[in-house]
Every structure is written in C-alpha cells, then in structure tokens.
C-alpha cells in the first residue's frame, strides 16, 4: 500500500525545520549556549538556547505521543539533559526517530480517516492531525528565528 502525500510532506517539512535549527546550533559557542540572554521572560524554555532546546526536543516528544496516542501507545516523557550543542542535535534526530515511528501504522490512512482525529492538548488547545504536526514545524522555526535573533545580539 502506499503511504500517504500528506503524511509523506509533513515528516519532510519536520525534517527541515530541524536541520535548520541544527545548523543555528552547529555555529554557537558553548558560553552563548548556555548563558542566560532574557533575564526578562517569566517563561523558563527561553531563558537561554539550551533552555530553548531542551524546549524543543521535550515538545517534539510531547507532539508524538498525541499521535501515538492514536495506536494506544505509551506516553514518553523527555527528561534528558542537553549540555553541549552537540548533544542538542543528537537529541534532536533521537526525537525526530521518535516522531517517524509515530508516523507507524499510519501511513497508510486516507486523509479522509487522519481528519477524524482530534487531540485536546495539555495547553488546551484542541488540534487535528495535521494542525498539530503543522504546530510542531513552526514551533521550530519560530524558535530558531528567536536563536537567530539572540547571536545576531550577542555577536
């Protein structure tokens, strides 16, 4: 059988905001990593880019267990710890694997049987399948754009 369009665009589009996202990460030193750079924001994610990465990679999990959830699988919770850049783009093709093997069993549905589905999110917000993994790919980028934003003023 073969595997949905859809399906098939929205893991490409995933993929690709990730590596960006790797690639911002690939030219920031150690220090800039870790130093805190909003002093301002009550939102502990954005404090600083490994906060920010942390955030990323424990959302993308969180973004997969929804749709696992359609299988009836269990639910993983992210704890790891991102200390290097490096390790931020390991994790992050760890999550990415993660979100591919969501994907089993459900490649093969119509787009007709993926919109029924529905999920209510901890955020309360209330999503279908594709918002969510729509949800998932902007979430990197605006959070790359944030990144971006911060070397260009710690340069």
């Known amino acids: 059988m073969k595997k949905n369009g859809m399906l098939i665009a929205l893991m490409d589009e995933y993929r690709k905001s990730t590596v960006e996202y790797q690639q911002v990460l690939t030219e920031i030193s150690q220090d800039l990593f870790e130093k805190i750079t909003d002093y301002e924001t009550k939102n502990e994610d954005c404090k600083s880019i490994q906060n920010i990465?942390?955030?990323i990679i424990q959302s993308?999990?969180?973004?997969s267990n929804y749709i696992n959830s359609v299988n009836k699988r269990e639910w993983f919770e992210y704890t790891g710890n991102i200390e290097t850049p490096k390790k931020g783009i390991e994790e992050i093709n760890k999550m990415l694997d993660f979100t591919e093997?969501?994907?089993?069993g459900i490649w093969e549905k119509t787009n007709k049987e993926i919109e029924k589905w529905?999920?209510?999110?901890?955020?309360?917000?209330?999503?279908?399948f594709e918002q969510l993994v729509e949800h998932a790919i902007v979430h990197i980028l605006r959070h790359r754009r944030q990144i971006e934003n911060v070397i260009k003023n710690n340069g």
């Open 53 to 55: 990465t942390f955030h």
């Open 60 to 63: 993308g999990y969180t973004y």
């Open 101 to 104: 093997k969501s994907f089993d």
């Open 118 to 128: 529905k999920f209510e999110t901890r955020w309360n917000v209330t999503y279908d």
